[in-house]
Each structure stands twice: as C-alpha cells, then as structure tokens.
C-alpha cells in the first residue's frame, strides 16, 4: 500500500484539507468498518453465540496483541485505556504520595500531563516542578538538576506546541541515575516514526490511537515497564483489573491490566488495531519519509522569522508566528482547510501527514499568504 491509497481509503478527505492531525486524525474506512463490525458481532452475534463477555475480551486481547507489537512492548505491559489523559491520570492517582514528593514536568506539556499533578499537589501536598525550554529544547544540565531530588518525571517523547524530538533515551537515563522515575507521554510519536518502547526504558509511557495513527477515539494506552509499578494501586478497582473478583479480598493484576476496567467497549481498541495494520501495510519508514518531505516543502514557504519549528525536520508538526491565530484558523477554515491555533507559543500549528499531498500544501500556503498571515 501506498500514501497515496491510504489518502484514498479516508473518507472525510473527500469534504476538507486536513491538516490538523495533531489534535485527531481522520480515520481509513476500514478502520471505521472493523470497529463498527466489532460493535455489531458483540452487540448482535455474540449473545447468541460465544457471549458479549467472552467477545469483548478475546477482541482486547487481540487489540493489545497488536498495539504492544507494533510500540515494541510485551502484551503484559499495555493496559487499554480511553485516552493518554485517561492513562496518565490513572497512573498519577495510582502513586502512594507523601507530602514533599517532587513531580517534575516540562513547560511543553499539554494539559493532560499537567492537571493530574496539579491535583496530586492539591489533595496530598506533592510539589510539581516545572522544567523551563527554550523553543523546544530541555537543556540536559537543568533537566539533571531538576530530577534530582524528584519522585517522577513526565515529558513528552514529541512536543505537540513545537514538534521538537525530545532526547528520551538520555532523558530517561538521567532521571534513572537520581533514582526518578520516568512517565513518557508519546501521543504524538506513534503513527509518525516507529517507536521502541523497551529500549526506551522509561517506567510508563501513555498514548493514544486517534491522532497520527487514524485510529478511533478512545483508543488509549499506558505501558507499565515488566517489573515495575508493583507498589501501583489503581483509583478505581474494577473486575478487570483484579485477579478473581469474586475472592472476598481483592488480588491486583500483577500486569499492567491492573489499569484496565471491567465493561469497556472493545471497538475503539480494535479500530487502532486495524489501523496499526494498515500502517504497517505502508511501511513506517515511507509514511515517515512522505511526512518529512512535505513538511520541508510547507516549511520551504514560511518565513524564517515565523517558523517556530525546527528548520531541519524532526516531525509533521509545523508551528508558524501570526498576528492573530484565531481569526487565521477561521479564516481558512471557510476554505475548507483545517488547522490550529495554540496557547503557547500564540500560534498557528499544521499536522502534515503522509496522506497530505504537495498540491494541498501548495494550498495551504496560497491561503495563509491571501489572508496576510505570512510576511
């Protein structure tokens, strides 16, 4: 398969330019057929067939097959949660806090790995620190001094304001050298460049499977590194999470299931899962060159004072210094192309995604420079 039929198996490319994957991608048909199908057999088929329990298990457990092969993980290591904000969340109200715990994030962090330190800081006095960047940079030195009295560290593997390839593998290593460990949230990796979450090392990583990918909504993931969280115990106790529910006194699951709920719908995760083959179908490496070259093309058009992104390429992202970020979005927006606006930087963002095409690039230059957005 190439970019150009998996652009061809997207039906909302049909009504839009889209360049907005970033926030959440447009799903292939198929994957909205294997979800929908999924949805029908456990619904329709199964209550007179193998049971609605029995289906939606074998279906997640197929789904976690596939998701943890292609991030480089153990099955026993993903848990299927709705979101990254839903994973990053149940891990941070899973930590026994003490009052003076240090949690340490970056200032690129977007607010779901953000609001649940700011209530791990309210309700058991834990001190969140922020690490401060420069356009997307951490500097290794201050990143050092900052994880060095810290319980956690949450960063992003890809910064979503900027698109800067943050240096995980070194990250990690530092924070592990001050006995820290390490939260990774990778949302803006996957379905971009391949990922190997064991040689990363970090403890957790969280993700989802609705923006680069072209998965569903809700279709998250937390990876729980084998051999770590075992002192982890989850906010809400669900039947899926514990070993024998019907035991008098509950047992954890020893995997990272012990993240996962009972009577959760397995469509979402079955609709990544098809999506991570049609991916793969591709091939990671043309989806991710096709990515860089026409972000270098769109890069190529904007002025060096207003790109906010790395001139070399590290990402699809493209972040462009405007006047006014709002009234741009609008603007083009009434010509059926789609893009962002950010809080920080204040700021336009394009996802350019390997189903994009040069044409559309082309017009989505002629549009930013038509409403005086580029210099």
């Known amino acids: 398969m190439t970019p ?8 909302a490319l049909d009504e839009t330019t889209f360049f907005n994957t970033g926030a959440s991608g ?3 048909q198929p994957v909205l ?12 088929v199964a209550p007179a067939a193998e049971g609605m329990y029995t289906a939606a298990s074998e279906a997640r457990a197929d789904s976690r097959e596939t998701i943890a092969a292609h991030l480089g993980a153990a099955p026993a290591e993903i848990a299927l949660t709705e979101s990254t904000s839903d994973a990053i969340s149940a891990l941070a109200a899973a930590i026994d806090w003490h009052p003076g715990d240090v949690v340490v994030r970056t200032d690129l962090e977007h607010p779901a790995g953000i609001l649940p330190w700011q209530r791990a800081a309210r309700k058991h006095g834990v001190e969140m ?4 960047t420069t356009d997307g940079r951490v500097d290794l030195d201050d990143y050092a001094e900052a994880v060095a009295d810290a319980r956690l560290v949450c960063f992003s593997s890809l910064s979503w304001n900027y698109g800067t390839q943050l240096p995980v593998d070194e990250l990690v290593e530092i924070a592990h050298d001050a006995d820290c460990e390490v939260l990774v949230d990778a949302v ?3 379905g971009q460049t391949a990922m190997d979450l064991d040689a990363w090392g970090a403890e957790y990583v969280a993700g ?8 569903p909504w809700g279709s998250g993931y937390l990876y729980v590194r084998e051999g770590c969280g075992e002192d982890l115990h989850p906010a809400q106790v669900c039947y899926g999470s514990v070993e024998d529910p019907d035991a008098e006194a509950y047992t954890l699951k020893k995997t990272a299931q012990k993240f996962e709920r009972g009577t959760a719908s397995p469509a979402p995760h079955v609709g990544m899962a098809a999506a991570i083959d049609r991916f793969e179908l591709v091939g990671l490496d043309a989806i991710e060159s096709r990515i860089e070259s026409l972000t270098d093309h769109l890069k190529e058009a904007v002025p060096d004072d207003q790109l906010l992104s790395p001139a070399a390429f590290e990402s699809g992202l493209v972040t462009i210094d405007v006047d ?3 009234s741009v979005v609008e603007t083009l927006a009434s010509e059926g192309i789609r893009i962002r606006s950010l809080p920080e930087p204040d700021a336009v963002r394009a996802s350019v995604h390997a189903f994009n095409t040069e044409s559309e690039v082309d017009a989505l230059v002629a549009a930013l420079d ?6």
């Open 188 to 190: 803006q990796s996957a």
């Open 324 to 326: 006014d970020p709002e």
């Open 129 to 132: 620190r922020v690490l401060e």
């Open 4 to 11: 150009r039929e998996l652009r061809a198996s997207i039906p």
């Open 370 to 375: 038509d409403c005086g957005a580029l210099d």
């Open 26 to 28: 447009p799903s292939p």
């Open 33 to 44: 057929d294997a979800a929908t199908d999924c949805l029908t057999h456990h619904k329709a």
């Open 208 to 215: 989802s499977g609705h923006k680069w990918l072209l998965g």
